[in-house]
């Protein structure tokens, strides 16, 4: 079955830190990957997408994440953080449904990210 | 640009009261969803609908649920008897037809949450 890890519930940087938020993925095939962000009491918002082709992509916000086929990874980066980035963000990988046509994600735990000012 | 919308964006409603929740999905898409999410866990599949049917469900799911897509637009979730536990998150979610590259993508809805008392 799919799984989605997110392996750091919490994270803190500083303000003009890198950041690295990791996934990890169990799926069969090649997946579609996704990584969200979401505030507080508030919906998700798409940061970027994996389908297919080059593995490093480019997302909103300054935000990208590479595709690691060998290490089922999905890892998000970015590198200087501003403190509005402070969310939760969540991994999910994207597989076929039972009908065609269909789609289903499973989502990660989530990584909760503060910055530090 | 096209978005899923939902109503309310956030209701209250006394244990065993029925809620009915609102999406308009994009206009051309056919396969549609939803997701819940408890508050500080995961975002976590529901169902999805297609050809005016269930195409899959997940184990919570449970009788007390039932999808409707009522005329063109709407998409409705509707849970008979709340009970405390599903007082959560619940974002729409729909998708395009087949063939393209991005036939994966699930377009979410900004949420609507339901406080269970």
């Known amino acids: 079955a799919q799984s989605v890890t997110q392996p750091d519930i919490h994270i803190t940087v500083s303000e003009g830190a890198s950041l690295e938020l990791r996934c990890n993925y169990s799926?069969?095939?090649?997946?579609?990957l996704f990584w969200y962000v979401q505030s507080p009491g508030q919906g998700l918002q798409l940061l970027l997408k994996?389908?297919?082709?080059?593995?490093l992509v480019q997302g909103i916000k300054g935000f990208e994440a590479e595709f690691k086929r060998s290490q089922s990874s999905f890892n998000l980066r970015k590198p200087s953080v501003h403190w509005s980035d402070a969310a939760e963000y969540f991994c999910?990988?994207?597989?076929?449904?039972?009908?065609?046509?269909?789609?289903?994600?499973?989502f990660g735990t989530g990584t909760r990210l503060k910055v530090l000012a | 640009e096209p978005e899923v919308t939902q109503t309310p964006s956030h209701q209250v409603t006394q244990m065993g009261q029925e809620v009915i929740l609102r999406c308009v999905p994009i206009?051309?898409?056919?396969?549609f969803y939803w997701y819940r999410q408890i508050l500080g866990q995961k975002v976590e599949f529901l169902v999805s609908?297609?050809?005016?049917?269930?195409?899959?469900k997940s184990e919570i799911f449970d009788d007390q649920f039932s999808v409707e897509r009522p005329d063109g637009s709407n998409f409705t979730l509707k849970i008979r008897s709340t009970k405390l536990e599903d007082s959560a998150m619940y974002f729409c979610?729909?998708?395009?037809?087949?063939?393209?590259?991005?036939?994966?993508?699930?377009?979410f809805g900004e949420g609507s949450r339901l406080t269970v008392l």
């Open positions: 206009s051309n898409h056919l396969y």
């Open positions: 799926y069969g095939a090649t997946p579609y």
């Open positions: 609908f297609y050809n005016n049917e269930i195409s899959e």
């Open positions: 999910a990988v994207g597989a076929p449904g039972i009908i065609s046509g269909t789609y289903k994600y499973i």
């Open positions: 994996y389908f297919s082709g080059d593995t």
């Open positions: 979610a729909s998708s395009e037809a087949g063939g393209g590259g991005n036939t994966g993508e699930l377009f």
